[in-house]
């Protein structure tokens, strides 16, 4: 179960953009309906823009580490990082490029937030925000799980081949993923 849901997360990038706008229309459903929670309306329009200033540096740096990422990525050349790269060539570089894109997409909409804010906040950029804000982070965690899954691929060709056994890899995997792309 666990594997069918991770190999579904790791194709379909789009599922961040779903998700992200499911958790905001939530909060905003809650409160239109409640007439509480509304956290960011709480602090003046000084306070918001410079939360999405200071957010936009965030998401920046870590869009900078992205980059540096996939250097390290580029860079290893051991046997079974060399395999992977060549079976899952194509689905690795639509994931490395979305990731990068995704930063810089992120960055835009939050400088567009900070832009559009204004002291009664009549256009709602708070939830801009906040879409912005669950989005990255979904892609930060796809950042660490795919930046994690190749290290592991990387850093077994670091051990002695006499230490340790050969990493199996599951075929039902590309098996699983060709039949979801038909």
């Known amino acids: 179960m666990r594997t069918s849901i991770e190999d579904r997360w790791a194709a379909y990038l789009w599922i961040d953009y779903l998700l992200a706008a499911l ?8 409160i239109r309906s409640t007439g509480s929670s509304d956290w960011l309306s709480w602090i003046d329009s000084g306070q918001r823009t410079d939360l999405y200033a200071t957010a936009a540096g965030v998401v920046s740096a870590i869009g900078g580490l992205s980059a540096i990422a996939v250097s390290l990525y580029t860079a290893a050349n051991g046997e079974r990082l060399r395999a992977v790269r060549a079976q899952h060539h194509e689905e690795l570089r639509r994931s490395w490029r979305s990731l990068i894109q995704s930063t810089a997409l992120c960055c835009l909409l939050l400088l567009i937030s900070l832009a559009l804010d204004r002291e009664t906040d009549p256009l709602s950029c708070r939830f801009l925000f906040e879409y912005t804000m669950v989005f990255a982070s979904l892609r930060f965690m796809r950042l660490v799980w795919l930046f994690d899954r ?21 075929p039902a995997w ?9």
Not at 153 to 168: C, F, Y
Not at 174 to 182: D, I, S, V, Y
Request: charged share 35%; no cysteine; hydrophobic share 35%.
């Open 23 to 30: 958790a905001v229309g939530v909060h905003i459903f809650v």
């Open 150 to 170: 190749m290290m592991q691929v990387s850093d077994a060709d670091l051990v002695r081949e006499e230490q340790t056994t050969t990493p199996v890899r599951d």
């Open 174 to 182: 590309l098996r699983r993923r060709e039949r979801t792309r038909r």
